[in-house]
């Protein structure tokens, strides 16, 4: 299916504006640490500008202040967890952020003024569970089971993301996770510190675009759903497609950190973003109630427990 006329002439789409923060708690690399401008080398490519990148930023382990966890809580909105694109991404209109930042469209070309061919874009904040953090600290699970309040410990995080146009059979897609601050162009998967699960070729990569294995079917028609979950105690990563587990990708230990939800693409697509808190159901049934602000879940039960999931 080729991509439609709306697609292709972005330079007639309407900018849409972005959300203000006054019904909703801004952007969590806006409130704190916000993330360093990756390096602009003339003379090198994204692999090398990648390696100056890193070698200037640390990655930043910390979670949202006490101030934003309590804005969560006291919000009526679950839409907290959304990407935020590069405001480089956004200048040049190669990411197009629609459906209160639920639709994006990713339009990467030489033509754009951007010397790289891959974009990424991270969420506004990490995978973390409001409920199990008392002054910025973890609770540990054990903690949890001793005072037989399992509702306080949320062990699952996931999301999704739809395939729903893309220009032609060369482009490429892929989710994971990644660590704040991450080059705005390079793919999950491709440097240190994240993860990513490819369109193209079904494989994972993990801190290298050269550490690559077969992993799973590639996923690149219309329609294809993929997801990435977190398992916060374990440290496990994993992927499904189309509701369907495909395992293990890796699992983390004494490596952990803060994880943020992250796609890229490097072609044109437009793709459709699900945290959970939408009447879009996770095609992954067991994490259904676990998407970071999902209806049913620890946010939605805190905020109202007489709500409940309504089953499509």
């Known amino acids: 299916m080729m991509i439609t006329n709306d697609l292709n002439d972005l330079n007639d789409l309407e900018q849409p504006s972005l959300p203000t923060y006054d019904s909703q708690p801004p952007a969590y690399s806006e409130l704190s640490n916000p993330p360093p401008v990756p390096p602009t080398l003339i003379h090198s490519e994204s692999f090398d500008d990648a390696e100056e990148f890193f070698r200037n930023n640390e990655t930043i382990d910390s979670l949202p202040s006490n101030d934003v966890i309590q804005e ?77 309040n399992d509702n306080l410990f949320e062990d699952l995080h996931y999301f999704e993301i739809t395939i729903v146009e893309k220009s ?25 510190y994240s993860i990513g699960y490819h369109s193209e070729n079904g494989n994972k990569y993990h801190n290298s675009q050269f550490n690559l294995q077969e992993y799973g079917p590639k996923w690149s028609e219309i329609g294809d759903t993929v997801g990435c979950g977190y398992r916060s105690s374990s440290g496990e990563v994993f992927f499904t497609k189309d509701g369907e587990y495909l395992g293990v990708a890796h699992s983390y230990g004494d490596d952990d950190h803060v994880w943020y939800p992250t796609i890229g693409a490097e072609g044109t697509c437009k793709i459709e973003v699900n945290f959970g808190d939408s009447h879009n159901m996770f095609k992954y049934k067991p994490a259904r109630s676990y998407g970071p602000g999902a209806q049913g879940g620890w946010l939605y039960k805190h905020l109202d427990p007489s709500k409940k999931w309504a089953e499509d």
């Open 72 to 148: 969560l809580l006291n919000q009526d909105d679950y839409s907290y967890w959304r990407f935020t694109p590069e405001k480089i991404l956004m200048q040049l209109e190669i990411v197009i952020v629609g459906n209160n930042g639920r639709e994006l469209i990713l339009n990467n070309s030489k033509k754009k003024g951007l010397k790289y061919n891959e974009i990424m874009i991270q969420s506004n904040l990490p995978f973390f569970n409001p409920k199990k953090i008392i002054n910025n600290e973890k609770i540990e699970l054990e903690e949890v089971k001793e005072k037989n």
């Open 168 to 192: 032609d059979d060369v482009t490429k897609i892929a989710i994971g996770l990644t660590t704040n601050p991450y080059p705005y162009y390079r793919l999950p998967g491709y440097n240190k």
